[in-house]
């Protein structure tokens, strides 16, 4: 089951699979498998930070907030730089949420772009980009031990970017 929920403050998208909280938590804290293998620095310590970078497209540096083994991952989004908005304000100060549930079956995973407002000019491109990566990638290396990350850079890009790339052709 997958479900994703817009609202006015953040993007919400939620996905169960037959594994347990703790292989989930070993994948979200794992990002260079599923969001980008060009990730620079430490992603599984509190405090640290890291650098995930896409091409021209996308750039940003996030701190690990919070760890709770098996149970919650949070980001905060210290700078962010994209190549086809206007407004580069959208992303500093949100946190990304990764909230894992055991269930009868396995374990649920609800993942929440914290102030990814509906309103924002990036909305569309990164609620589309965030469910590749989080329903397709994310779930894909927790449920078969391969995910579908952004390539190092001379790699071809994942479907999901499409939507950036049309986003950049209309604003030039």
Known sequence: MTQATPSRQHYTTTFTVDRSPREVFAAVTDPRAWWSEEIKGVTDQVGAEFLHRYQDVHRCTLRVTELVPDRRVVWRVLDNYFNFTADQ???????????????????????????????????????????????????????????????????????????????????S
């Open 89 to 171: 304000s959208e992303w500093p100060g949100t946190e990304i949420v990764f909230d894992i549930s055991e269930t009868a079956d396995g374990a649920e995973v609800r993942f929440t772009h914290v102030g990814l407002a509906s309103q924002h000019e990036c909305y569309d491109v990164c609620s589309n980009a965030w469910g590749g990566y989080i329903d397709g990638s994310l779930r894909s290396l927790i449920t078969t031990g391969k995910g579908q990350p952004n390539p190092k850079e001379d790699g071809e890009a994942p479907a999901h970017q499409d939507a950036a790339s049309a986003a950049r052709a209309k604003r």
